[in-house]
């Protein structure tokens, strides 16, 4: 599709991106990364996406993002790792499976196959020969193995837990997977509790080091590290203990131990509360409060972790009759079982200072518990507690031995105290808690354990792996996993002693297999391990990950946290995954919604967008930008778009319409015009080549810009001034898109620069000579190429350019081309602007006063007459007064 023909012909994006795209298919040209290329790596990364069979506009925001930045590090020399693969265990296909009896694998498979020739059609530099499919055995083997190196290493675990039960979905979810109203991630069902023997993952034994390299991470968005630091929630302060006391006032030797932040504040402790499922409720609570406490108890255990905690739902509780004695104070203050103490967090125990913690204050307040101020503010003697808790730290009263001191030499004064006289001692404590991995759902990753009643828990040896998932599973979704009811699956001889044994019937977590994935892209043939050190500590960390601000938290903590324990396994050689992270922002469009009725009217049956009216009832519509979604029939399908404009088309608009971390509102008519603007490119350079330029004189050149720039500072007479414009122009935009190809990104004022170019060769290449006119346009095929692939292999090879325009360095900018001869100088008469005056750019005042006075506009305004006063601005203006 080439030839030089002299002659006008159409911009066809569909027949030129296909073309293009067989190409690089047959000889892929930079986008197969190989460890033996002389680059320095740069290993850029898309969070993969789960195979629903359909692309969405956000991965195409997101996969186009990551292109740009891989094409560009390709083009700077780096020897680029662009890989893609699918997260394909999950609900999804069981779900299918259940509702219209497919089989989970083939369905999956025809999902991937078809996203794959989606995003395929992208354009992007994907090395399809290190894709990686979670759900096949070749990949999954590799997910049990790491487990088994988890269970070796005493990080993988099981035990009987109160777990949060999804009750659409049939199963348990981990803590992360629970939201801030207590609802699944994924169903949106309010999360039950249920107690149930579960596997867990040691995440907590790396809560320290998970926050402390968070600092070093300085390539992740602030608030990334942030939700990270909150999630794993490091606080510091004391376990306290006070001893039970009996019905006769002797003490026990049985003590309740709490944590506090505050143990500066013990001597305003009046009550101890147990949460309701503490070991020890049962044995302490009297005759007399039986039967209130059994009812509380029962009470408690059917709400949700989420309503027992927020901040706005009352507290409730119950006294047990025991007494504690505060171990500062030696006074007998009262036990309490209460709702808002859960037993996951902490001992499960805590003292009740209503004076100094607001919650305490509102539950001592109900129950007619004493508030006792023990703290009081720094200066003052008294603190009114009128309908508030003093929280603040301060100076400490009613204290004893300790009154007078400062909150925080008070804290480190009776830690000391408390791990002299044996009643405390000085704790960190955490939020964060162990990752729950089981599931009962089939389409997952077999956990490879075998239960023996002799041997226990054995491994399944690793020359078994993979234990496969059976394919005539009965999918009745009515709750359990299907792999229970296949006895002949899961019964097994014992690989210790060959007695029956049970296999494993829960399978792992999905966030498991992705909580790896990014270390077997470097080495995914390998089949005798996950991946080799040399290949990972070749590739990663990986240099910039993109993906979605919602796994914050969930993959990206796990990821980290796998890493780490891999790294202490000796598996890989460094400490964190990802050392830059881009969140992109979401892509919205127009929603159009009837207040009335609440229901969602699909853009299409609007018939003036400026006046938006229901076609049914007539009622005048709220229109707004919202994330794209099928129930609200505001999405735009990328498959659509492209058949229209092209893949190109839409890449470049979802770069310019907004940063790539900021929410992006799709508009057609900024759609087209960036059509318009590839329509633009197309014709500027044909119009060169029926002029008879070509790049082909630079054919033996490595880059073709340096040699164009190379033949313009070897011009023998000066450039003239639609020339140096030119210039300028050009390497202004080689400077500043550089620029905004490095981190922070800004893909948005890099195509506005690339347009600002494409004005200036509109506004001045007929007056430049041949160099200078190849300059400009090979310099903006070059800087085009990262944005609009297609258009620019296509471009660069019409006008005669030397190989693939992928493979060209990126330019170099000539500073001497940016300094202007001359500049504009205002003139004004009187603070009124009357004119410009070019003058020279390196004139002084005096020079700049004397060619004001000398110009037509002095003239025609002053009428001859002298100035009574002159204001030079160098550099900017000239302001005469009469
Ligand atoms: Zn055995």
Request: proline share 6%; glycine share 6%; with cysteine.
């Amino acid at each position: 599709m080439s030839e030089t023909q002299a002659s006008t012909s159409r911009y066809q994006p569909q027949e030129l991106e296909l073309h293009w795209q067989q190409h690089w298919a047959s000889a892929p040209t930079g986008s197969s990364a190989s460890e033996a290329e002389a680059g320095t790596p740069f290993y850029a990364l898309s969070m993969f996406p789960y195979p629903s069979g359909n692309l969405h506009m956000g991965h195409v925001r997101n996969y186009v993002i990551t292109d740009v930045i891989a094409r560009a590090a390709r083009m700077r020399g780096h020897t680029v790792l662009q890989p893609m693969g699918w997260d394909s265990f999950g609900l999804p296909a069981e779900n299918a499976a259940i509702e219209r009896g497919v089989e989970p694998g083939p369905w999956t498979d025809q999902n991937i196959a078809s996203m794959r020739e989606q995003l395929k059609r992208l354009g992007l530099s994907i090395d399809w020969d290190r894709e990686v499919t979670t759900c096949h055995s070749d990949y999954y083997r590799w997910t049990q193995w790491l487990f088994l190196q988890c269970l070796d290493a005493g990080l993988a675990y099981q035990k009987d837990a109160t777990v949060n039960w999804d009750p659409i979905d049939q199963t348990v979810l981990a803590n992360e997977q629970v939201d801030s109203e207590g609802r699944s991630w994924r169903s949106r069902a309010l999360v039950e509790k249920r107690k149930l023997r579960q596997w867990f993952l040691k995440i907590t034994d790396y809560a320290q080091q998970l926050l402390d390299d968070l600092d070093t991470l300085e390539g992740w968005p602030e608030r990334v590290r942030t939700m990270q630091a909150n999630w794993i929630g490091r606080s510091t302060g004391a376990e306290l203990n006070f001893a039970v006391v009996a019905a006769d006032g002797t003490t026990t030797d049985t003590t309740i131990t709490v944590f506090t932040t505050r143990p500066d504040t013990i001597f305003g402790a009046s009550y101890v509360v147990l949460a309701p499922e503490h070991p020890l409720v049962a044995s302490l609570t009297t005759a007399e409060h039986q039967l209130a406490v059994e009812a509380f108890v029962d009470l408690v255990s059917r709400q949700s972790e989420q309503e027992r905690t927020a901040d706005d739902k009352p507290k409730r509780g119950v006294a047990i009759g025991a007494q504690v004695r505060n171990p500062a104070s030696g006074e007998l203050i009262p036990i309490w079982i209460a709702d808002y103490v859960l037993a996951e967090y902490g001992t499960g125990a805590v003292m009740g200072v209503p004076a100094h913690d607001q919650r305490d204050f509102v539950f001592a307040r109900q129950y007619a518990l004493p508030v006792r101020p023990v703290i009081v503010p720094q200066g003052s003697d008294e603190h009114a507690f009128e309908g508030q808790a003093f929280t603040g730290a301060g100076v400490l009263i009613h204290s004893g031995r300790f009154d007078g001191l400062e909150s925080s030499a008070a804290k480190a004064a009776i830690v000391a105290a408390a791990e002299a006289e044996g009643w405390g001692q000085g704790r960190v404590q955490f939020r964060l808690r162990d990752w729950l991995i089981s599931r009962q759902r089939y389409w997952g990753c077999p956990i490879p354990v075998i239960h023996c009643d002799s041997c226990g828990v054995v491994p399944v040896p690793a020359e078994q792996l993979p234990v496969e998932l059976p394919r005539n599973a009965s999918f009745s979704g009515k709750g359990g996993s299907p792999l229970a009811q296949l006895e002949s699956w899961w019964r097994v001889a014992c690989p210790c002693c060959g007695q029956p044994a049970c296999r494993e019937t829960d399978t792992m977590d999905t966030f498991m297999c992705s909580s790896w994935y990014f270390l077997r892209y470097a080495d995914p043939h390998n089949s005798s391990l996950p991946f080799g050190r040399d290949a990972v500590d070749h590739w990663l960390p990986v240099d910039q990950y993109v993906g979605g601000i919602e796994h914050a938290i969930l993959h990206l903590l796990y990821s980290r946290f796998l890493t780490k324990v891999l790294r202490d396994r000796g598996l890989l050689g460094f400490d964190e995954p990802f050392a830059r992270l881009l969140t992109q922002g979401m892509v919205q469009g127009i929603t159009y919604k009837n207040p009335q009725t609440g229901k969602y009217i699909p853009p299409a049956d609007v018939r003036d967008p400026s006046d938006p009216k229901d076609p049914l009832t007539g009622d005048a519509l709220d229109t707004f930008y919202e994330k794209m979604s099928k129930s609200k029939y505001n999405g735009v399908d990328p498959a659509v778009v492209i058949e229209r404009y092209g893949a190109d088309t839409a890449r470049m608009f979802i770069l310019f319409k907004a940063p790539p971390e900021k929410d992006l509102e799709w508009d057609d008519a900024d759609v087209e015009g960036q059509f318009r603007f590839m329509q633009r490119i197309w014709r500027q350079v044909e119009t060169a080549r029926n002029r008879g330029l070509s790049l082909d004189v630079w054919a033996a050149d490595r880059s073709t810009v340096a040699a164009a720039t190379r033949a313009v500072q070897a011009l023998d007479t000066a450039l003239n001034n639609s020339e140096s414009d030119l210039r300028r122009a050009v390497h202004t935009a080689i400077a500043a898109i550089g620029d905004d190809l490095s981190d922070p990104y800004q893909f948005n004022t890099a195509v506005a620069e690339l347009m600002k170019l494409s004005n200036a060769i509109n506004a001045g290449l007929e007056e430049c000579r041949q160099p200078i006119a190849l300059e400009a346009l090979s310099a903006l095929l070059v800087l085009l190429a990262p944005f609009a692939p297609h258009l620019a292999s296509e471009l660069w090879q019409q006008l005669g350019g030397s190989g693939d325009v992928h493979q060209q360095p990126w330019p170099v900018c000539d500073a001497q081309a940016l300094v202007r001869d001359t500049v504009p100088l205002v003139i004004q008469i009187k603070g009124k602007v009357r004119g410009n005056l070019e003058v020279p750019a390196d004139a002084d005042k005096a020079t700049l006063e004397q060619l004001a006075l000398a110009s037509d506009i002095a003239a025609k305004w002053l009428e001859g007459k002298p100035p009574s006063r002159v204001i030079v601005v160098p550099g900017k203006l000239v302001n005469l007064v009469p």
